[in-house]
């Protein structure tokens, strides 16, 4: 039975990934553990803490095949225990006197927290491939569409001109930086917790540097410095870095959702034929991608919260908050790779209408350009009465719904110092947008060198 929108056969898909799911899937995380319980038999085998033999057979035996869930599960109700049940089963599999050095010298957080981090390498690795390939089939956008003109809007309104290419460069250059944060922070998260019950490894004597360092050279996880099981930053910060990534997929998606409303629709999400928008109204192309991801975020940033929330944790050890990252985790990254995945459909497959963009250009009647026009005036006059003019002149053609070129030619000081030709050739779009497209070219060189 699935209660999670997750773990629901008919709508998972919507709010995450086949492949992250199954980095999460639980046979996946209890063999994350067994994963650390034999790099710890090995690395023990190896310094002489336990036998060799031992650690040899231990690892050939970490596999969950042979492991009977159910039992660990009974274990579980009676001992309220996250680890023994499947430590049990796991020395039931092994069925030999060996067994008995299973576990040698850890605790429960070593396994646990580390088997984390493993799952979290795979996941971690899906994410920055997901970021690429958007990247990489966006990048298009840049090129194709460099000197297409649009509106530029700020409050809500009409501002200026841009290009599309520039706006799709500004999207791809915040979704780049997400791939570069994630890089720089894979070394500093994904380290091993193997450090006993205290942090002191007392429990392997004058080895436990030794032996943690082995164990993360077998495991492939970085060493860290100092325990941190109660240091939660790591898990915090994995955490962000979704919220973060999530931001940048929304934000993108919400612009897109908006430029694709009827009375604007300058762009689309890809509208696939058989897709349907409405159970009632044929005629509907309701924005599902861009949706998801809006929707997705919100939820991503409440689990990021709580692993903040999560980094109170007392003295050296304290499950009230760790055990909060069990939750929140195999949430964060599954809908994270959803919400990435609706992102990607959406700019690859991305419906532009250049002929729309090129009409809302128009709609205001050369109000688009009043600072060009101002600009052209204070040749002629100080650039304070030009804003002036050009301000009461905008006024009225808000007003009475008229051109601004009329209402600038019906101010006594423009038709006497202005040629209105000039003032007509400095309202046309195309020849007001500036730097875009070098910063359209600019974006692409670095997407290509981050991607490459």
């Known amino acids: 039975m699935s209660v999670h929108f997750l773990d ?14 199954a980095v999460f899937d639980e046979m996946a995380v209890f063999q994350s553990w067994l994963d650390v319980e034999r790099a710890i038999a090995l690395a023990s085998g190896e310094l002489g803490i336990i036998p060799r033999s031992a650690a040899e057979r231990i690892a050939a035996h970490a596999t ?70 958007t990247l990489r089939h966006a ?24 290009t599309f290419g520039m706006k799709a460069a500004i999207w791809l250059d915040e979704l780049g930086r997400q791939l570069e944060r994630w890089r720089a922070a894979r070394e500093r998260i994904l380290v091993v917790g193997i450090v006993g019950a205290v942090g002191t ?21 970085g060493t860290p410095i100092a325990p941190w099981a109660s240091a939660r ?22 612009e897109i959702y908006n430029l694709a409303k009827t009375e604007v629709r300058e762009i689309e999400e890809p509208f696939t034929k058989g897709k349907v928008g409405s159970s009632t109204m044929p005629h509907k192309r309701n924005p599902v991608h861009t949706e998801w991801s809006i929707v997705l975020d919100r939820l991503i940033r409440a689990d990021a919260g709580v692993a903040l929330e999560a980094m109170g944790v007392e003295n050296e050890r304290d499950a009230s908050h760790w055990k909060a990252e069990w939750v929140i985790m195999p949430e964060l990254f599954p809908m994270l790779s959803g919400s990435l995945a609706h992102l990607d459909a959406t700019l690859s497959g991305l419906w532009v209408h250049p002929e729309r963009m090129a009409a809302n250009t128009r709609m205001l009647k050369g109000l688009l350009l009043s600072e060009r026009a101002m600009f052209v005036l204070a040749e002629s006059m100080p650039l304070p009465e030009a804003h002036e003019t050009v301000y009461q002149a905008s006024v009225r053609a808000f007003d009475n719904d008229t051109a601004l070129i009329d209402e600038l030619m019906a101010e006594p000081g423009v038709a006497g110092t202005c040629d209105r030709a000039k003032i007509e050739d400095a309202l046309d ?11 359209a070219d600019r974006v692409g060189a670095r997407i290509d060198a981050l991607v490459k």
């Open 233 to 254: 930053d790591r898990i915090a910060e994995v955490a962000t870095l979704c919220a973060l990534t999530s931001g940048t997929a929304s934000r993108i998606a919400k």
């Open 64 to 133: 969950m095949d042979g492991i009977d869930l159910e039992a660990v599960k009974a274990h579980g109700k009676i001992t309220s225990h996250s680890l023994l049940g499947l430590l049990k089963e796991f020395r039931r599999v092994i069925a030999h006197d060996d067994a008995r050095y299973v576990h040698w010298g850890a605790t429960t957080q070593d396994i646990v927290d580390t088997g984390m981090m493993l799952v979290l390498r795979n996941a971690y690795a899906i994410v920055e491939e997901q970021i690429a390939d």
């Open 8 to 21: 629901n056969s008919v709508f998972q898909d919507s709010v995450s990934t086949p492949r992250m799911r």
């Open 139 to 162: 990048r298009p956008l840049l090129a194709t569409y460099r000197d297409t003109v649009m509106v530029g809007r700020t409050h809500g309104g009409h501002a200026l001109p841009i």
């Open 201 to 221: 490894m007392a429990s392997w004597g004058d080895q436990g540097f030794a032996l943690q360092q082995r164990a993360a050279e077998i495991l492939g996880l």
């Open 429 to 439: 779009p195309a020849g007001y947008v500036g730097v875009a497209g070098e910063i």
